[in-house]
């Protein structure tokens, strides 16, 4: 059991994932202090100085924290389009890497060119 879970465990795909998941986790806490940071302070100067982090209403007793929620969102946001943005490029790359190494296409046989011109002759004759 303990070889099968280390097959597993060290796979090239599993140890991808892992620091994927580990930059990935990084890579949120930028976004997040870039959108709270810098992002949200200048739109609510271009807002007239309204600070989305401190945006609440009360319902009944409850708190409801809809600033946070608008931060969140634009981190959403930030963080899918960027994703976007590197997949594409990969995608780009892989794209370009499949043509360079595509094999040119074979030449006919000499049946084939054979059986063109007497297709061609054939035609012509009509």
Avoid: C
Avoid at 4 to 25: H, R, T, W
């Amino acid at each position: 059991m303990w070889e099968d879970f280390k097959k597993f465990a060290f796979k090239g795909n599993v140890m991808d994932l892992a620091v994927g998941v580990i930059i990935g986790g990084a890579f949120g806490k930028i976004v997040t202090s870039l959108v709270n940071d810098f992002l949200m302070p200048l739109i609510g100067v271009l807002l007239g100085g309204l600070n989305f982090s401190k945006l609440t209403f009360k319902f009944g007793h409850a708190v409801v924290k809809y600033g946070a929620f608008i931060n969140s969102v634009v981190d959403f946001f930030i963080i899918a389009f960027t994703i976007f943005l590197i997949l594409r490029a990969i995608h780009n790359f892989k794209r370009k890497e499949e043509k360079a190494n595509q094999a040119p296409p074979a030449a006919d046989s000499q049946e084939v060119i054979l059986l063109k011109e007497i297709r061609d002759l054939l035609k012509n004759k009509t």
